[in-house]
T-cell receptor, first 115, second 112 residues
Framework: DVKVTQSSRYLVKRTGEKVFLECVQD?????MFWYRQDPGLGLRLIYF???????EKGDIPEGYSVSREKKERFSLILESASTNQTSMYLC??????????????FGSGTQLSVL | GNSVTQMEGPVTLSEEAFLTINCTYT??????LFWYVQYPGEGLQLLLK?????DKGSNKGFEATYRKETTSFHLEKGSVQVSDSAVYFC???????????FGTGTRLKVLA
């Protein structure tokens, strides 16, 4: 089965720090996503990428950037972390195509606390 | 724009009780509909899906029917187990994009 691996399960950072969240998938999926999950708000899309070096803004891109230099790796960058970015961050991937195989694969998440 | 509305939780049930979690959607065109489940400490995983009207998705005793006339995709299970305790997310996708829209999630707690 597809494995999506996020580099850290828990992360504690200070306000103003630059933070890197890493995600790697092992099934050659074209599309990768970063979501944040907050109680009562569900999952909100930050950025997604449909190919190497390609990216598109999601619904809440402010304060974030992304990098996809290799197909299997999608990084989320918090340029200057703030307390309102304390959240659970989820990475996901999916192959191209619809129908029977349409299925997002998620990592286990990174709980980021910004102090 | 597209949106998903699901019932607020938490939902607390005794083992073997009947479960319904409501989900309604707003979308242009003909979306695909999904239920994802998140067990404690894990990421989301696909539970079931339906890609067209009147389709029924099913998995692990859970079922949901795509109802276009009521724009709904309610999740049901006839007899829940303690191991079903998790957060359940309803979601949709529309053709031409992989921008999935998720509901806010419904926490289910099943007591022995």
């Amino acid at each position: 089965d597809v494995k999506v691996t996020q580099s850290s399960r828990y992360l504690v950072k200070r306000t103003g720090e630059k933070v890197f969240l890493e995600c790697v998938q092992d099934m050659d999926h074209e599309n990768m996503f970063w979501y944040r999950q907050d109680p009562g708000l569900g999952l909100r899309l930050i950025y997604f990428s449909y190919d190497v070096k390609m990216k598109e803004k999601g619904d809440i891109p402010e304060g974030y950037s992304v990098s996809r230099e290799k197909k299997e790796r999608f990084s989320l960058i918090l340029e200057s972390a703030s307390t309102n970015q304390t959240s659970m961050y989820l990475c996901a991937s999916i192959e191209n195509g619809r129908g029977a195989n349409e299925k997002l694969f998620f990592g286990s998440g990174t709980q980021l606390s910004v102090l | 724009g597209n949106s998903v509305t699901q019932m607020e939780g938490p939902v607390t049930l005794s083992e073997e009780a009947f479960l319904t979690i409501n989900c309604t959607y707003t979308a242009t065109g003909y979306p695909s509909l999904f239920w994802y489940v998140q067990y404690p400490g894990e990421g989301l995983q696909l539970l079931l899906k339906a890609t067209k009207a009147d389709d029924k998705g099913s998995n692990k005793g859970f079922e949901a029917t795509y109802r276009k006339e009521t724009t709904s995709f309610h999740l049901e299970k006839g007899s829940v187990q303690v191991s079903d305790s998790a957060v359940y997310f309803c979601a949709l996708s529309t053709s031409g994009t992989y921008k999935y829209i998720f509901g806010t999630g419904t926490r289910l707690k099943v007591l022995a």
